[in-house]
């Protein structure tokens, strides 16, 4: 398929190199380029693979290339993609690729995309899948990358949990798993797709498959899911569509009968999948992650039993609405992977008297909405970061007389300024929640490393100094 085909692969790290590696091995002739020298450059000068480092001209490495493979990251408007586009070469990324290189016997995927709670939902998948006793893993925008996973018989993978964002999809052409969820639709990366409707049209390419009788899983609660599953349905396309909702599920889909998830899918009877008391971390969002998981799990015959098991047995990934500790009667959360308004309420409405740690890069994103919706919940903020004034300015409109403190220092120290201040306005039985509605990196390498230095602030204070 590849043998003698020319490829440029832009972008060095995981993803990039797994793909290097694998066309090569494939027979193609690989250049890799990057911004800078790496350890992965040299491994992969080292396997005979060209690698160019710097930013040459498009045209000139274009020459004679038959594809370019591109990192996520790179917008639609790159000049490298521009110019492949412009010369005919297809552009796709490493998910892509991956289907493409697939097995008769690999795999089947089950894919989950939306603008939060992809993560949650892909390992909660993989946990149940486990429990039934299926070889799997959860991978694509986290884990392994999938271009070394699609090998099949006795010792390979049989389904796979596949998170996907809208970048890698976006680069997609092909890619058909088998099942497809969308959780959720929010103002997200509109600067890099160019608008909200190209958002969720890469969005959608979670769902190809059910033109050729793949399984579509939505969230019937997401008013921007739902008319886009009604699309679908209007369509009268061959696959199953299967709603999730937080209320009592119509026949076909999955949702909640008082405190016990149910499957309505097969012969419309209720059927019990989990219990409230079995979803772990809290709020009404993960519960939702749960049922989407659970519906994917559903649409290659994984029994009820095998859900329940998986889902009271799963771990909780790290800077998800995680309780680090009890001080004085005050509970601190670390929610740090909430990088934009529509995470971050997920969170703030599963708590009744907070004090709320929040800012970062807000990344173009309107903060109003929220902080008026979760204003009466407030006891107290505490901001930081480079757009921490916007998120101020919207607590005086929507909370005049709440105390906020903002905390302009950027260096090491910060967070346990941050931390401090909380904690002074904190009163036993609050919580103090860092959902930060924004971005890191303008502070931090990464969420969790803000959410590390969240926890290891919480855990310097004093047993008295909360309250």
């Not at 796709?92 to 290189?101: D, F, G, I, Q, V």
């Not at 959608?204 to 579509?216: K, P, Q, Y």
């Not at 569509?241 to 016990?260: I, K, Q, S």
């Not at 909430?338 to 995470?343: D, G, L, Q």
């Amino acid at each position: 398929m590849y043998e003698g085909r020319s490829v440029l692969v832009a972008g060095a790290r995981v993803a990039g190199a797994a793909c290097a590696t694998a066309l090569a091995g494939l027979g193609a002739k690989v250049t890799v380029v990057d911004r800078a020298a790496s350890a992965e450059t040299e491994r992969l000068a080292g396997q005979g693979i060209a690698v160019v480092i710097g930013e040459p001209d498009p045209g000139q490495l274009l020459a004679g290339v038959d594809d370019l493979v591109v990192s996520p990251g790179f917008p639609p408007h790159h000049p490298l993609a521009l110019a492949a586009a412009a010369s005919g070469i297809e552009v796709y990324s490493e998910p892509e690729l991956a289907w493409r290189l697939r097995k008769p016997d690999g795999p089947r995927w089950l894919a989950v995309t939306g603008t939060n709670g992809k993560t949650t939902t892909v390992t909660m998948l993989a946990a149940i899948l486990g429990a039934a006793g299926l070889r799997t893993a959860a991978l694509g925008n986290i884990g392994t990358p999938l271009v070394d996973a699609q090998s099949g018989g006795p010792a390979g993978y049989e389904v796979l949990a596949v998170e996907l964002s809208s970048f890698q999809l976006h680069w997609s052409s092909t890619m058909a798993p088998h099942g497809g969820a969308l959780l959720n639709l929010a103002d997200d990366h509109l600067d890099w797709h160019g608008g909200f409707d190209h958002y969720a049209g890469a969005k959608t390419a979670v769902w190809r498959s059910v033109r050729t009788g793949g399984t579509a899983v939505g969230n019937l609660d997401d008013p921007r899911v739902r008319a886009l599953l009604e699309g679908l349905h209007a369509a009268r396309v061959p696959g199953p569509l299967v709603g999730f909702t937080l209320d009592v599920p119509p026949p076909g889909c999955v949702g909640v009968v008082e405190d016990v998830l149910v499957d309505r899918t097969g012969d419309g009877d209720a059927h019990e999948l989990a219990t409230l008391a079995d979803i772990r971390p809290v709020g009404a969002h993960n519960v939702a992650n749960a049922l989407a998981a659970a519906a994917l799990a559903l649409s290659v015959g994984v029994s009820h039993e095998a859900i329940r098991r998986g889902l009271a047995g799963y771990v909780p990934e790290p800077h998800r609405n995680a309780r680090v500790a009890e001080v004085g009667g005050v509970t601190w959360v670390d929610d740090s992977k909430a990088t934009n308004p529509h995470a971050a309420q997920a969170s703030l409405t599963s708590y009744e008297r907070i004090v709320w740690v929040a800012g970062g890069q807000l990344k173009g994103v309107d903060i109003d909405e929220l902080t008026a919706r979760v204003a009466p919940r407030l006891a107290g903020a505490v901001l930081l970061g480079v757009d921490r004034a916007e998120i101020a300015a919207a607590l005086a409109r929507h909370a005049p007389h709440l105390p906020v403190v903002d905390v302009a220092r950027t260096d090491d120290g910060a967070m346990a300024e941050v931390v401090q201040a909380a904690a002074r306005l904190a009163e036993p039985g609050d919580t103090v929640l860092l959902a930060p509605a924004a971005a890191s990196l303008d502070m931090f390498p990464s969420y969790a490393r803000r959410g590390d230095a969240f926890a290891e602030a919480v855990r310097a204070l004093p047993a008295t100094t909360a309250g």
